[in-house]
């Protein structure tokens, strides 16, 4: 596609409920990565896959939060029993090469209640 | 670590008039800097980028300034519009290091007609 594309673009759930969110990169970028943004606050680094590297899980701030990229394309990121300080918004930006030219969606917003 | 933060939160201007928006950083290191705009609902947007051999980097518009003895960016707007309303981001990232943008808390930039 033209862009990045993430769905849901909203998602309510549960508390204790596990959500799982999408991301389509643009076509032919390398690297892809997950940013969490709460309200009124900048972009919180989660993770990032570079190509068939490990990916850089640095970020992500418990173990309930995982993601995978399958076949160097779509990416899911996975939040087990959530919790409502995981309320946000998730974004998921692809670049062509590690750390040049960012493209982002336009996000999920997660709200839990 | 590294921290990247702006010096207000919310700017107002009127229509026509020049903006300038500041942002600090505290990660020498640091050799790559953008701009994102970030309107309402939307994800981020590449504005202009800099790297750390230059101190100023010009674009449709917009100015870049780079003063790396004291950290410091700046994004100037020139006749700014109300199109400009949003939500301004800097970031950094060392290249050669941890290989993550950081990202500052934003400063909301509202155009008066």
């Known amino acids: 596609g033209a862009g990045v594309s993430q769905s849901p673009s909203n998602k309510v759930t549960e508390k204790g409920k596990d959500v799982e969110l999408r991301c389509d990169p643009i076509?032919?970028?390398?690297?892809l990565y997950w940013y969490r943004q709460s309200l009124g606050q900048g972009l919180e680094f989660l993770i990032y896959?570079?190509?068939?590297?490990?990916?850089?899980k640095s970020g992500l701030p418990s173990d309930r939060f995982s993601a995978e990229r399958t076949g160097g394309s779509v990416s899911t990121l996975t939040i087990q029993r959530t919790q409502q300080e995981d309320s946000a918004v998730y974004l998921c930006?692809?670049?062509?090469?590690?750390?040049?030219?960012?493209?982002f969606g336009s996000g999920t917003r997660l709200t839990v209640v | 670590g590294e921290s990247v933060g702006l010096h207000l939160p919310t700017l107002s201007v009127q229509e026509g008039d020049n903006s300038i928006i500041n942002c600090a950083y505290s990660?020498?290191?640091?050799?790559?800097f953008i701009w994102y705009k970030q309107e309402s609902g939307k994800g981020p947007q590449f504005i202009i980028d800099i790297r750390s051999n230059m101190d100023k980097r010009q674009g449709q518009r917009v100015t870049v300034l780079l003063n790396k003895t004291v950290k410091h960016l700046s994004l100037q707007i020139a006749a700014t519009q109300p199109g400009d309303s949003a939500v301004y981001f800097c970031?950094?990232?060392?290249?050669?290091?941890?290989?993550?943008?950081?990202f500052g808390t934003g400063t909301r930039l509202t155009v008066i007609p």
């Open positions: 970031a950094e990232i060392d290249q050669t290091g941890a290989n993550n943008l950081f």
């Open positions: 930006a692809s670049s062509p090469v590690l750390n040049y030219g960012y493209t």
């Open positions: 896959f570079q190509g068939n590297s490990a990916p850089d």
């Open positions: 990660n020498s290191a640091s050799d790559y």
């Open positions: 076509s032919g970028h390398t690297a």
